[in-house]
């Protein structure tokens, strides 16, 4: 069976740039819109039902970070931020709201390619049927996860959706518990790609994870930081049924 083409959203107040990613993204098979800011993004979404979303961070009216803080209220779509800001601020703001990937610009089309089929790749299958002999439900600490629904449940029964981004790197440290993962263990086996001088994007996203359980960096009892070396799950992971 093939594969339906991925359908793509690029919000650029840019008309050159829409045009260019809506060509070269097009000739690669994908499925184009193209929207110059969040009124026109919030119509397509509603007509098209977008697979990920490319989104400019310096937008006039709804920026970057407003168009990410809406969507992700209702909304676990794949966002890939672009940002022509040297600031890496911007970038960890960006991560924090519930963005997956970012780039900088100016950027090869390629690479933007690349990170496309990669989050698309990552989100495909986390959103694939579970294998068989594979748990739909693991249970850490005072969570469960429901892997098909990609819901975290916690003791009173209340359900919080995650992004793709927070999904993957849960599945991560509940495949690796008690073990101590690098920064550069974490970005290769959430990105599929080796992390970039000085990134520390995953700061964020663990950050971001902890808030999900509940906890701040000072006191996390779940996934502790390991100074120097990276962070460890250190709850039991058991296959529920």
């Not at 495949?175 to 959430?190: F, G, N």
């Not at 250190?234 to 529920?240: F, M, P, R, S, Y």
Request: hydrophobic share 40%.
């Amino acid at each position: 069976m093939t594969t339906p083409a991925a359908t793509l959203i690029v919000v650029d107040d840019d008309p050159e740039i829409r045009e260019l990613l809506a060509d070269y993204l097009g000739h690669h098979g994908y499925r184009v819109f193209t929207a110059d800011g969040a009124e026109a993004l919030h119509a397509l979404r509603l007509e098209c039902s977008p697979d990920l979303l490319i989104v400019d961070l310096m937008l006039p009216g709804d920026d970057g970070f407003t168009i990410c803080r809406d969507v992700r209220k209702h909304s676990d779509v794949p966002i890939i931020m672009l940002t022509a800001s040297a600031d890496e601020t911007d970038r960890i703001l960006g991560l924090e709201l519930g963005a997956d990937d970012y780039l900088s610009k100016p950027f090869n089309p390629r690479e933007l390619l690349a990170r496309i089929k990669a989050v698309l790749r990552r989100t495909r299958s986390d959103a694939a049927p579970i294998p068989t002999g594979q748990a739909r439900w693991v249970g850490f600490g005072q969570w469960q996860l429901d892997r098909m629904t990609r819901e975290l449940i916690d003791e009173k029964g209340e359900r919080t959706s995650l992004s793709g981004a927070d999904f993957q790197l849960l599945q991560v440290f509940l495949e690796h518990p008690a073990t101590v993962l690098s920064r550069d263990d974490l970005y290769a086996l959430t990105r599929g790609r080796d992390a970039p001088p000085l990134d520390r994007s995953i700061d964020v996203h663990v950050c971001r994870l902890r808030q999900r359980l509940g906890e701040d960096a000072q006191h996390s009892q779940l996934i502790r930081t390991v100074r120097g070396a990276g962070y460890v799950l250190t709850a039991q992971v058991d296959a529920l049924t």
